[in-house]
């Protein structure tokens, strides 16, 4: 059993439970630890914590030894963005992919394989599905990690997503309330604002909320976004009418409520983190998570200290924190009630890090749904100019400047996978204005296989298409991200996503595997 150290106070503990930080390295460090023992009840894992499955699973090891019931959550949504896979590409299709497909028994399968080995390396708090509608197709921070722009299309996979998760034992957040999806601008770097009115709001953004709530999500993470039709003041993460008036009492949700990153720019240029935090619990969040770009002790201490002071001068009601802890540890009681399996340092047989061989965090062959899903989730048409390749091409990625939840490390593409099945493949990257004349220039007299990601949205990528199509009619178009425009070239393959089983999927379908 867990046991709190004797000198920190009730007050003190509850501050501590409501945080979710991150750290460095790929072991916990003594701070840590020590903060754990007393009272910190959750640990976010990112990109930079990850290395190997083994490693992994000595990693949740090492802070289930100082706390058994401790909350190990992670960003992983599969697709475009992951934490486990951060270094090779996932091996399952994000939410786009699956809309895209739309059977939900496959959503809900995949989302059960991707529980099961969060579940193997000792997760058990999954920052995901994304719920958020893409009705602006201009969206910047959404985009393939929705399941699409139809609001019932979205809420029945958002359903089976969470069903398929927690039947592994991972418990779901679904994000972010009341919905992203009709924004122009990322919430990592000002704060967004949607102008729907509150009937277009009750019809479109809610209804996935209350598929998720219905399907029994163990968590709800807020979004930082104004929406004046439900708060003309406070965005979404610090109002009170928002999480506590609609999602608690309107909608009867009785789970947990987390924050998105409150380092954000959307909170933490607007209203600081501490006082951020200290508004958000007492709007009725529970959980506070932040990590993603601090992940220090005296970030920890700073808002362990707001939540105390807040509650000493009376901004913070105390039974409102105490509330908000209780919720944070009934989670951790339930997801270690849902523990069938150890974590394991082979996770599914191990791997490689070797992209295009089994991923990071292993592969055995209950993982080929993800490339199944992949593989139907393809929307492949032939143009004029159609012919085989079937001699090494080469690859022209257009590349735009990465998502921050997606981040720029996890690769992307086609060419790895494209080079094992015609080997000598090549390959560039090009950005801005002079992408395709560059890229016409680099491949010389080989067929080009363009790869772009939501075209739609940069001007310059869809220059590039045009001059590369004019001088080679040939040239093979791989839309990996929101497919928007007519499909273009001898062969156009939108994959509805950009994960490495997407590009696995793309590959065999251009080499015609």
């Known amino acids: 059993m867990t046991t709190i150290a004797s000198g920190t106070d009730t007050l003190t503990r509850d501050a501590l439970a409501v945080l979710q930080p991150g750290f460095t390295g790929t072991s916990a ?13 959750s640990v976010g894992l990112f990109g930079r914590n990850i290395a190997t499955p083994a490693q992994v699973a000595a990693l949740t ?19 475009d963005v992951t934490r486990l896979e951060v270094r090779t590409g996932s091996s399952f299709p994000g939410n786009h992919a699956l809309g895209a497909v739309d059977d939900t028994a496959l959503t809900e399968a995949v989302a059960h394989e991707l529980g099961r080995r969060l579940a193997a390396c000792g997760v058990n708090l999954n920052w995901a599905p994304s719920a958020d509608i893409n009705s602006n197709v201009d969206n910047p921070v959404i985009g393939v990690r929705s399941f699409g722009a139809d609001t019932s299309l979205v809420a029945r996979h958002t359903a089976a997503y969470v069903s398929g998760l927690q039947s592994a034992g991972v418990a779901a957040c679904t994000k972010h309330f009341p919905g992203h999806g009709d924004t122009a601008v990322d919430s990592h770097h000002a704060m967004p604002r949607i102008d729907a009115e509150l009937a277009v709001l009750e019809s479109r953004e809610l209804v996935p909320f209350r598929a998720a709530i219905e399907a029994g999500t163990r ?28 999602l608690r009492e309107e909608l009867g949700y009785d789970g947990l409520i987390v924050t998105d990153g409150m380092e954000m720019q959307a909170i933490s240029a607007t209203y ?73 340092a082979s996770v599914n047989g191990g791997g490689t890090s070797e992209r295009g061989s089994s991923s990071a965090v292993g592969s055995d062959a209950r993982t080929d749904v993800g490339l199944v899903a992949a593989r139907r989730a393809l929307k492949v048409t032939r143009g004029a100019h159609f012919a085989p390749v079937t001699e090494a091409p080469y690859v022209a990625a257009l590349t735009p400047v990465a998502n921050i939840a997606v981040g720029d490390e996890t690769p992307w593409g086609v060419a790895a996978e494209l080079r094992r099945l015609l080997p000598g493949t090549e390959t560039g990257s090009f950005t801005g204005e002079r ?12 067929r080009v296989v363009a790869v772009v990601r939501d075209a739609h949205r940069h001007t310059w990528m869809a220059e590039a298409l045009d001059i590369l199509l004019a001088a080679r009619p040939d040239t093979v178009v791989v839309e990996m ?20 089983v997407c590009g696995l999927a793309a590959a065999e379908a251009i080499a015609g595997a």
Do not use: F, N, Y
């Not at 993470?221 to 009418?241: E, G, N, Q, W």
């Open 219 to 246: 968590a709800v993470m807020s979004a930082h976004i104004l929406v004046p039709a439900l708060d003309p003041v406070h965005p979404a993460t610090l109002s009170r009418r928002i999480l506590t008036g609609l």
């Open 481 to 500: 991200g929101v497919p928007q425009s007519p499909p273009r070239g001898a062969l156009h393959i939108a994959t509805h996503g950009a994960a490495r």
């Open 435 to 446: 992408a395709g004349a560059e890229a016409l220039a680099a491949a010389g007299s080989r």
């Open 29 to 41: 460090p003594s701070w840590l630890l020590r903060r754990l023992g007393e009272g910190l009840a």
């Open 272 to 344: 600081g983190i501490e006082r951020g935090s200290v508004l958000a619990i007492a709007a009725g969040a529970d959980a506070i998570c932040v990590g993603g770009g601090l992940s220090d002790e005296p970030t920890v201490l700073r808002l362990r200290d707001a939540l105390v002071a807040a509650v000493r001068s009376g901004d913070l009601p105390e039974e409102r924190l105490a509330d908000a802890a209780a919720r944070v540890r009934a989670l951790a009681a339930w997801t270690a009630s849902t523990q069938t399996t150890t974590p394991s």
């Open 61 to 79: 090891a090492q802070l289930r030894a100082e706390r058994d019931d401790v909350l190990v959550a992670i960003d992983e949504e599969g697709g």
